[in-house]
């Protein structure tokens, strides 16, 4: 059995990766962190985990000197993981950061959008955690920088456009919703019921942390630089993400050819699903899942292809990409603990 544990467990994702990993065949999380609910175990707080199951809970300092353990995620806050990491991995740790710590491979760049890192070493060692694109640099590696729910839908939803001639990839338009579990679990006035509960608003419109993400990973992709103009809105959902990006032809492509190129390219990838003409990606499909589904069409008369793409933010955008990522560094089947059809309703 791979020994797990979990930094910031009793955040939307840290609780994400226990539902995830209590059904996982070969995964035991042996402890967590927390700073408000140290010394408590994970079934005083959380009732529906099994007895079974039951781990408990540290300090985040105290869980570090921890070696019962293989297999490190930190679902921590940005800023806080890269202390952690180094220590982490010269105790023998794989480590799963969730947080953007060590997603920008180019330390100034982080800096541009984040502040100075704490460690920006270890930034040249980080894989970006990407099963679609890197599988084989994350079999390989002890640290992976797992994805942002955000780019994640952008980079899956243009990475078939990028080689494809016809189609101008260099400024893509993107326009995002998601779910008010994005925003994470402490108490925010802008997040609370009354004040989000009913309402739908646009937010980070010019400068999202996440657009330097979207770019390296879509330029690397093709070779050649890529500006995304990227909004993001909140939307009244507990969680699910959508985003909806348009790209200009520079030739004539039939919509036809190109869902072919997008089936073509995810032909392999079991969480992706590429869905027919005329039927477009809704979050209440892909909720509680590690699906990422998408559509694409052309509008002949502007000359735009618009691409869709959904995910539910705290699994595919999160936790579920983080134990995808965990099963490759650790030998495991990919989709092992990651294959429950969508809750639905």
Request: charged fraction near 20%; glycine fraction near 10%.
């Amino acid at each position: 059995m791979v020994r797990a544990v979990i930094f910031g467990v009793t955040g939307y994702t840290g609780i994400e990766l226990t539902r995830i990993l209590s059904s996982h065949p070969e995964v035991v999380v042996t402890s967590g962190s927390s700073r408000q609910w140290a010394g408590k175990s994970a079934s005083e707080i959380f009732p529906f985990i099994s007895p079974e199951r039951n781990f408990p809970i540290f300090e985040a300092g105290e869980l570090r000197e921890s070696q019962d353990a293989d297999v490190a995620f930190l679902a921590l806050p940005h800023g806080e993981s890269a202390a952690l990491i180094r220590p982490l991995l010269e105790s023998g740790f794989k480590v799963i950061d969730l947080s953007a710590d060590c997603r920008i491979h180019d330390a100034e760049v982080y800096a541009q959008w984040y502040g100075p890192h704490k460690d920006p070493e270890i930034l040249k060692e980080a894989v970006y955690g990407l099963p679609e694109m890197h599988r084989e640099a994350i079999k390989q590696t002890s640290l992976v920088a797992n994805p942002g729910c955000y780019p994640q839908t952008v980079i899956l939803g243009l990475a078939p456009l990028v080689d494809l001639e016809g189609v101008d990839i260099a400024t893509p338009i993107v326009d995002s919703k998601s779910g008010i579990s994005g925003a994470g679990r402490g108490a925010k006035l802008t997040t609370s019921f009354c004040e989000s509960g009913e309402g739908f608003k646009p937010y980070g419109v010019i400068g999202h942390r996440h657009i330097p993400e979207m770019e390296q990973e879509l330029t690397k992709l093709g070779g050649t630089q890529v500006r995304v103009r990227f909004t993001p809105h909140l939307i009244p959902v507990s969680r699910g993400m959508v985003s909806t990006m348009y790209v200009p032809l520079n030739a004539q492509l039939s919509a036809q050819t190109i869902r072919d190129a997008f089936v073509e390219y995810y032909r392999d990838e079991q969480f992706i699903r590429v869905l027919p003409g005329g039927t477009f990606p809704d979050t209440i499909h892909v909720r509680g899942s590690n699906l990422c589904m998408i559509s694409v069409e052309v509008d002949e008369r502007t000359g735009i292809v618009v691409v869709m793409s959904a995910l539910d933010n705290l699994v595919k955008g999160a936790s579920g990409a983080a134990v995808q990522n965990m099963n490759l560094v650790m030998g495991l089947d990919e989709g092992m603990g990651l294959l429950n059809l969508p809750l639905f309703p």
